[in-house]
């Protein structure tokens, strides 16, 4: 079992700045990837950003490119989301997930996750 905390949400004005952070412990060796995923209310789950746990591989929605960067740290088996230009259609919870296979957009390929984190964004 892999288990996964996030932390790092909060309320910003638009334009602002966020780092979250997902901290993993158990059987991270079982880790291939690792993704960002959100959700709004009345919304699906939406994939926001993957990392390949080895090669540091990333790929993003479309949506947050250019304004998110996912990134990693091995040793502290860690993975960020930093969120730069803040929006408030960024509003939602935000899910760290993993897998043991390569990177996916598709929530139901993950196979463990965090409990996720609050982040708003106001006007």
């Known amino acids: 079992q892999v288990q996964l905390v996030e932390s790092g949400g909060g309320l910003v004005q638009a334009g602002g700045s966020l780092r979250l952070s997902c901290a993993a412990s158990?059987?991270?060796?079982?880790?291939?990837?690792m993704g960002w995923f959100r959700q709004a209310p009345g919304k699906e789950r939406e994939f926001v950003a993957t990392?390949?746990?080895?090669?540091?591989?990333?790929y993003y929605a479309d949506s947050v490119k250019g304004r998110f960067t996912i990134s990693r740290d091995n040793a502290k088996n860690t993975v960020y989301l930093q969120m730069n230009s803040l929006k408030p259609e960024d509003t939602a919870v935000y899910y760290c997930?993993?897998?043991?296979?390569?990177?996916?957009?598709?929530?139901?390929?993950?196979?463990?996750w965090g409990q996720g984190t609050q982040v708003t964004v106001s006007s």
């Open positions: 997930a993993a897998r043991g296979g390569s990177g996916s957009a598709l929530p139901y390929e993950y196979d463990y």
């Open positions: 158990g059987r991270t060796f079982s880790i291939s990837a």
């Open positions: 990392i390949s746990w080895s090669g540091g591989n990333t």
